[in-house]
């Protein structure tokens, strides 16, 4: 199963549209560190997302609004500097694009001289046209993000599945339509019912990368810390946990403790 994986040197927004091309899934997680993206990397991922989520995985923030862009650069160059293979994506933070198109431009030139990252991502589809549009004349790659779009959450008040009406749909695959005009490499579709997923895919030939879309898009794309287990209370139904570590952690750090208590630890074999 990982044959594919070792093909590419690097990976670069070209690489994907070629495996969108030749029917090779693309790979996804999430990364905000040195020390996990290094792993990510060498377990050969293709993109590593420098997610907004840090506001609240590694932030512990209830949304993902109050992350601000030097936090935001300061995660991306922590990944940065970890990867030989990935393409690394850094999330624009809310409030750092949606003023007006100068401004968007400005705050993805601070993430790509700031962080060495490769290329930015940005939510939501024609509102964003011209932002959109001004990154990507000054030479820097851009993914899209569709659907259920955390930053907007206020204005929909929860994170239900989106895109069920027909009207909502059919913008959908407008907007998708869209950003691959306009020039965007690639596109995250965010918890939409499958068959619709699978449709945008059919419907452009840039990638779409899901998360609870469905199998039938180019590839997939999870928080590292939701699928190695460590956010034991998130379990929303698209979640596949490949480890425990909540748990696994929590045994270790209390066998730990035990051992400081009781001076199992350290050994003599552990001291000078
Ligand atoms: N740890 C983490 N994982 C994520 O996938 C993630 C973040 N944080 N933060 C930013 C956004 C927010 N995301 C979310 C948030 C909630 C659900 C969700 O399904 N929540 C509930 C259902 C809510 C509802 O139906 O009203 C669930 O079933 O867990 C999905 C994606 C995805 N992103
Ligand atoms: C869930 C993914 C797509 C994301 O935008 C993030 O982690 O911030
Ligand atoms: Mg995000």
Same mark, same amino acid.
């Given at each position: 199963m990982s044959v594919a994986k070792k093909e590419y040197k690097r990976i670069t927004v070209k690489t994907l549209v070629d495996m969108k091309a030749y029917g090779e899934k693309i790979s996804m997680l999430t990364a905000y560190d040195y020390t996990m993206a290094k792993i990510v990397d060498g377990a050969g991922i293709d993109v590593i997302l420098v997610g907004d989520s840090a506001s609240n995985v590694?932030? @512990?923030?209830?949304?993902?609004?109050?992350?601000?862009l030097d936090q935001m650069i300061y995660h991306a160059s922590s990944v940065v500097r970890a990867i030989d293979r990935a393409l690394v994506v850094v999330d624009l933070p809310f @409030?750092?694009?949606?003023?007006d198109p100068k401004e968007a431009l400005r705050s993805a030139i601070r993430i790509m001289k700031e962080s060495g990252g490769h290329a930015v991502k940005l939510e939501g589809g024609k509102e964003i046209k011209e932002s959109i549009k001004r990154i990507l004349n000054a030479g820097i790659p851009v993914m899209g993000h569709l659907g259920?779009?955390?930053?907007s959450i206020y204005k929909f008040g929860t994170y239900t599945v989106r895109a069920k009406e027909e009207q909502e749909a059919a913008d959908l695959i407008k907007d998708a339509k869209l950003l691959e005009r306009i020039g965007c490499f690639a596109i995250v579709l965010e918890k939409i019912p499958a068959k619709l997923a699978k449709e945008v895919a059919e419907s452009v030939s840039i990638p779409i990368i899901g998360i609870g879309a469905g199998? @039938?898009?180019d590839g997939q794309v999870l928080v590292l810390h939701d699928m190695l287990g460590m956010t034991h209370e998130f379990h929303p139904r698209f979640l596949r946990r490949y480890m425990n570590l909540y748990e696994e952690m929590t045994n270790a750090i209390s066998q730990y403790v035990d051992d400081v208590k009781t001076v199992d630890f350290p050994n003599d074999s552990e001291q000078y």
């Amino acid at each position: 199963m990982s044959v594919a994986k070792k093909e590419y040197k690097r990976i670069t927004v070209k690489t994907l549209v070629d495996m969108k091309a030749y029917g090779e899934k693309i790979s996804m997680l999430t990364a905000y560190d040195y020390t996990m993206a290094k792993i990510v990397d060498g377990a050969g991922i293709d993109v590593i997302l420098v997610g907004d989520s840090a506001s609240n995985v590694m932030a @512990g923030h209830e949304t993902t609004l109050p992350i601000t862009l030097d936090q935001m650069i300061y995660h991306a160059s922590s990944v940065v500097r970890a990867i030989d293979r990935a393409l690394v994506v850094v999330d624009l933070p809310f @409030g750092s694009y949606q003023s007006d198109p100068k401004e968007a431009l400005r705050s993805a030139i601070r993430i790509m001289k700031e962080s060495g990252g490769h290329a930015v991502k940005l939510e939501g589809g024609k509102e964003i046209k011209e932002s959109i549009k001004r990154i990507l004349n000054a030479g820097i790659p851009v993914m899209g993000h569709l659907g259920l779009t955390p930053q907007s959450i206020y204005k929909f008040g929860t994170y239900t599945v989106r895109a069920k009406e027909e009207q909502e749909a059919a913008d959908l695959i407008k907007d998708a339509k869209l950003l691959e005009r306009i020039g965007c490499f690639a596109i995250v579709l965010e918890k939409i019912p499958a068959k619709l997923a699978k449709e945008v895919a059919e419907s452009v030939s840039i990638p779409i990368i899901g998360i609870g879309a469905g199998s @039938g898009v180019d590839g997939q794309v999870l928080v590292l810390h939701d699928m190695l287990g460590m956010t034991h209370e998130f379990h929303p139904r698209f979640l596949r946990r490949y480890m425990n570590l909540y748990e696994e952690m929590t045994n270790a750090i209390s066998q730990y403790v035990d051992d400081v208590k009781t001076v199992d630890f350290p050994n003599d074999s552990e001291q000078y």
